[in-house]
């Protein structure tokens, strides 16, 4: 037998962009679905580094961009949603720090050092005084000043966790290869056709399909017969340093170039160990191009070379490679801002940052809004549960 089930918006997906989405639709009275193929978070949110980027450090080249100003508002939708204002509710979820230091590098050029206390960052970024230095910089050897910026960082984990609690009643479990079938038709999406656990098959309709599945985007495009957009895979090689007691340490480097040389944020595995997440331009296209050991050599070169005063004895050091998921760009660069975009009854959405989450979310909203299609309902099929973080992975 197949019954039919009719619901205002399909999401799928299970990363930040699809749940956070789903927070946002369901409290203004869409009845949803979410449909992952994976545990959730798994991809590239829970391999995040949880800044919540104000934009400060896409204006290291010393000015302040058009990314920049699209994000100079996120800091704040996040603190708002972890003191529970708004429709989504993060207050359990974990701030690891409210701000990042920025430190530079003894070469860089005065002009862009002194740009971070100047007028056009007030308010996102302050000079700290001697006296205030973190451990990690509380030594004669560093020369250079250090700024606060007041770009939070957030504990990815915790963050999806408190996501998947609101929409875990609308939220399920498929396998593209033996129970789900997206029918297409025309570039269109006319139904999801779902064999349930008990062996009977139940006919998804809805008003909107929003694809928010990170990298499984692109395969769905191909499919669905959309030509534009297409999609882009810019790799990264991040490294992790792993000792029980490493200090908290979250911070942005500035150099001569345009991208920081390394953003480290400190996370802890599920033993309880400290570890030092290292990103920045270290970990992309030199990075990507360098085997594991190789990464760690260029990483080790670097901590000697920049901040010798830290001890990294007895340190473990390992890396890892995810791949970000976003609409082409044609150039390789980033692209400038969350990407949602409509082609009929498909909305196709790529956040470009877990920071763009809350930006996202909202033009689904109102590319959706307007739908009375659909009911509540439930479908026979398993939940999924939460993916593990990079250095929680086998
Ligand atoms: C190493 C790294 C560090 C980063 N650090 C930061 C940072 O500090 N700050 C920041 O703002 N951004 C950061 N980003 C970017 C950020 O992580 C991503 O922009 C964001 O997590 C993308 O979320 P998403 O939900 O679109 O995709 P993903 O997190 O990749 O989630 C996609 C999900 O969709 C589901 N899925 C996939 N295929 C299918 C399918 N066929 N059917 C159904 N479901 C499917 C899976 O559940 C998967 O988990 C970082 C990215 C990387 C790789």
Redesign the pocket.
């Known amino acids: 037998m197949v019954r039919t089930a009719h619901c205002d918006t399909v999401i799928?997906?299970?990363?930040?962009?699809?749940?956070w989405t789903a927070n946002v639709l369901k409290s203004a009275g869409q009845s949803i679905v979410v449909?992952?193929?994976?545990?959730?978070?798994?991809?590239?949110?829970?391999?995040?580094?949880?800044?919540?980027?104000g934009g400060v450090k896409y204006a290291v080249a010393g000015k302040l961009t058009d990314s920049s100003e699209t994000l100079a508002g996120m800091p704040g939708r996040w603190l708002a949603a972890m003191r529970g204002e708004g429709p989504v509710d993060l207050r359990e979820a974990t701030l690891l720090s409210d701000h990042q230091i920025l430190w530079s590098l003894p070469n860089v050029v005065s002009q862009v050092v002194s740009f971070f206390g100047s007028k056009a960052l007030r308010g996102r970024s302050a000079a700290i005084a001697r006296e205030d230095y973190p451990a990690v910089f509380d030594t004669p050897d560093y020369r250079g000043r250090l700024f606060r910026i007041d770009e939070p960082?957030v504990d990815?984990v915790s963050v999806m966790q408190e996501l998947a609690k609101s929409v875990a009643d609308v939220t399920w479990q498929?396998d593209?290869e033996a129970n789900a079938k997206l029918l297409t038709d025309e570039g269109q999406i006319s139904a999801i056709e779902i064999i349930q656990t008990d062996g009977s098959t139940c006919r998804l309709e809805a008003g909107n399909h929003v694809l928010?599945?990170?990298?499984?985007?692109g395969?769905?495009l191909v499919q669905i017969g959309i030509e534009e957009p297409r999609q882009q895979l810019r790799p990264?090689h991040?490294l992790v340093i792993r000792r029980k007691d490493l200090p908290p340490f979250y911070s942005v480097c500035v150099g001569n170039g345009p991208k920081p040389p390394i953003?480290v944020?400190t996370h802890h595995d599920s033993a309880g160990r400290t570890l030092w997440y290292v990103?920045g331009d270290l970990?992309e296209q030199s990075g990507v191009d360098r085997d594991e050991s190789s990464q760690i050599q260029a990483g080790r070169a670097f901590f000697a070379k920049w901040l010798p005063w830290i001890d990294l004895s007895g340190a473990e050091w390992f890396t890892?490679r995810?791949?970000?998921?976003?609409p082409l760009t044609g150039t390789g660069d980033r692209p400038p801002g969350a990407y949602c975009r409509r082609l009929g009854n498909v909305i196709v959405?790529?956040?470009?940052?877990?920071?763009?989450?809350p930006a996202l979310a909202e033009a689904v909203l109102n590319e959706t809004s307007g739908y009375r299609f659909g009911e509540r309902f439930t479908l026979d099929l398993p939940r999924?549960g939460l993916?593990k973080p990079p250095w929680d992975l086998p």
């Not at 799928?12 to 749940?19: E, F, T």
């Not at 928010?212 to 985007?217: D, F, K, R």
């Open positions: 799928i997906g299970g990363g930040v962009a699809a749940l449909l992952t193929d994976s545990p959730l978070g798994a991809g590239q949110t829970l391999a995040a580094q949880g800044v919540i980027h960082v990815p498929v593209w928010a599945a990170g990298a499984g985007n395969p769905f990264l991040q953003v944020t990103g970990a890892c995810v791949d970000r998921a976003e959405a790529w956040p470009t940052k877990l920071a763009l989450a999924p993916a």
